[in-house]
């Protein structure tokens, strides 16, 4: 008898005495498939327990557990290489490989990333966090490897979603040049964290998965799909020779589609591919948050979950105000009401963004472009350049992403558009590949554009408004999660172009001025009554308040400023910059995120660790003030 599908996390570990043996991938490679089997499903039983200790990436993992026992099982990781595109589904490979215990700590200060990462094990070959990127390193692996003349195998596994990306069939087209020995692995699942969008998505879900067919034995071969396989005689595989022919167009061998979750097939099937040269695809099916009931029926909102509360921990009171993306979100709506020509673009992040309202009300004004982030500027820049005014609603961490299409497309043709940059700053959890560090420093050096940094929610909506109205191209970046709980406006005011706001003056002879950009201002603010110094909220990165500055130095000895991106070429650096320009010698502190990659953690626990709490700033300015 199957085991039964559990319908709740459990919060008591689970007895998995065939995984606690398991050391290392080498120790998979001496099993037979009835202990596979066992293995599997206590692998799956332990996912759900760990996760419910850590919170983290859910759906991902439980659907590609059987994948994961089988690739390790038949390839010898880690000189073969394998690479998990964007790496949400990557716990079951790290509890394989040496990472069980800690997977109990993931996310966590000093625990493992939630995302491959090369220098936390040789097994993790390649660092992901972005989609799309998986089959062109495997490409360059098996390049290597061929250069060398080495025998090694390389592996990519890519889902449905990440194929929207460009990046994807950029490789593709290139693996067919090359004749590399490569397996680019389709993980067809149905589904990313927002819909799939595109023809693209409409085909692999009209013709892949209509070829694939538990009830036709046939089509689990792993040469069902392939165009020259002789069986165009089952009704199920038109859709797969459909599939095949598209894939082979691109010279690969294509096979599937099969089951994903079949342990002994895929066994099978990946040793036959291992032995096979050139560039191999094999379609698999499977489902996302296989085993679990609740994530089986709802796959986006079990993507990822927090962890179960302790018995003995004290909730902690939920923190007031709403998200920024609400404001964000809240803000589009009120303003497509007002203005027909109101366009709002997002690559793949509806949900996050705070978006899902206004693609309800706003249908036909509202285009998910799928992970296509440099067409998302692009297809603003055609809307804009005949009278439609597009926001483009995008994570700070994937506005790096299109950087090329956001100078020549749209500030070099002095665009009037509005770009809407979520989870600016530290992010937490997801770590360096996520968080929001750089976006003042690469966008600030851009002609033609203003740059704003909204400190509460009512200062987001109110720079939002002014970025819209603004005719040109206006940037406004907020963090991640909740404001300090600001009182929001029912109409939102815009602020004039480049305009601080004074909100202490400081009584002492010889003053410091601190100047806030962004959504530190609450730290900010007790600091600067600590320290009793005047506390300027700068608002506009692009323009600087210039006269401001000017009055500060008439009677302030030392200017701090405060940001949460990059030191380097961010706002404090534009003030630098200013100060030079203008030919003053003035005494100026920068406090931001020092010139490294910031770690995964809580966002409190990371600003404590990089001296951006509020001890930290004190600390640092009271050393500059003795010196």
Not at 80 to 106: F, M, S
Not at 289 to 312: C, M, N, R, W
Request: net charge negative; glycine share 10%.
């Amino acid at each position: 008898m199957p085991n039964a599908i559990p319908c709740s996390v459990p919060a008591i570990r689970p007895s998995t005495p065939l995984l606690d043996q398991i050391d290392g991938p080498a120790q998979l490679r001496q099993m037979e498939t009835p202990q596979l089997l066992q293995l599997s499903q206590q692998l799956r039983d332990y996912l759900l327990y760990s996760v419910g200790q850590s919170g983290g990436h859910f759906g991902a993992g439980l659907g590609v557990v059987e994948l994961t026992v089988a690739l390790h099982h038949v390839y010898q990781t880690p000189e073969d290489n394998l690479i998990w595109d964007v790496g949400h589904q990557c716990y079951p490979h790290k509890l394989l490989t040496g990472r069980r215990e800690a997977l109990l700590k993931v996310r966590q200060a000093e625990g493992p990333a939630p995302f491959p990462k090369r220098d936390e094990s040789p097994y993790d070959c390649f660092g992901t966090g972005h989609s799309s990127t998986s089959i062109s390193a495997a490409l360059g692996m098996a390049l290597a490897h061929k250069l060398n003349a080495e025998a090694n195998r390389t592996v990519a596994v890519i889902g449905d979603g990440a194929m929207t990306g460009g990046m994807a069939f950029e490789a593709l087209n290139h693996a067919a040049h090359t004749g590399a020995d490569l397996l680019v692995i389709l993980n067809d699942n149905d589904m990313s964290i927002s819909p799939n969008e595109g023809g693209l998505a409409t085909y692999l879900a009209k013709h892949l998965r209509s070829a694939f067919s538990l009830d036709h034995t046939e089509s689990s071969h792993p040469d069902s799909g392939r165009s020259d396989s002789g069986n165009s005689g089952h009704s199920n595989r038109t859709g797969a020779g459909t599939t095949a022919a598209l894939f082979e167009a691109l010279e690969f061998n294509y096979s599937g589609p099969i089951d994903g979750h079949d342990l002994p097939l895929l066994i099978t099937t990946l040793q036959q591919l291992r032995q096979a040269k050139g560039p191999q695809f094999l379609h698999i099916v499977t489902t996302k948050g296989k085993g679990f009931a609740p994530a089986e029926q709802d796959p986006v909102g079990y993507h990822a979950i927090t962890k179960l509360p302790s018995p003995h921990e004290v909730e902690q009171p939920s923190q007031p105000g709403i998200s920024y993306s609400q404001v964000f979100g809240n803000w589009l709506c009120d303003k497509a009401e007002q203005d027909p020509q109101l366009v709002a673009i997002t690559p793949a992040m509806s949900e996050g963004s705070g978006m899902v309202a206004f693609a309800e009300r706003f249908a036909e004004r509202f285009f998910d472009v799928a992970i296509a982030e440099q067409h998302a500027l692009t297809l603003a820049a055609g809307l804009a350049c005949q009278r439609i005014k597009p926001v483009v609603a995008i994570y700070s961490t994937f506005l790096q992403r299109g950087y090329d299409q956001l100078i020549h497309d749209v500030a070099l043709q002095q665009l009037d558009m509005l770009i809407a940059i979520d989870r600016a700053g530290l992010v937490g959890e997801d770590g360096p590949t996520h968080h929001g560090s750089f976006d003042l420093s690469f966008l600030r050096c851009i002609p033609n554009l203003i740059l704003m940094t909204p400190a509460d929610e009512e200062e987001t909506q109110r720079l939002l408004e002014t970025g819209y109205r603004h005719q040109g191209l206006a940037c406004v970046r907020y963090p991640r999660g909740k404001g300090p709980g600001a009182r929001l406006s029912p109409v939102a005011d815009p602020v004039a172009v480049g305009q601080s706001r004074t909100l202490r003056q400081s009584t002492q002879q010889h003053k410091a001025a601190l100047l806030n950009f962004g959504s530190l201002l609450a730290t900010a603010r007790t600091v600067a009554e600590t320290l009793d110094m005047t506390l300027v909220d700068m608002r506009f990165v692009k323009p600087l308040d210039q006269q401001r500055l000017t009055e500060l130095l008439q009677d302030h000895g030392l200017l701090v400023t405060l940001e949460d991106n990059a030191i380097a070429g961010g706002a404090g650096s534009a003030v630098n910059e200013w100060l030079a320009a203008q030919g003053h010698c003035a005494d100026i502190l920068n406090l931001g995120l020092e010139d490294r990659f910031i770690d995964h953690g809580q966002v409190d626990q990371l600003r404590s660790a990089n001296g951006m709490d509020h001890s930290g700033i004190v600390t640092r300015i009271k050393q500059r003030l003795k010196s």
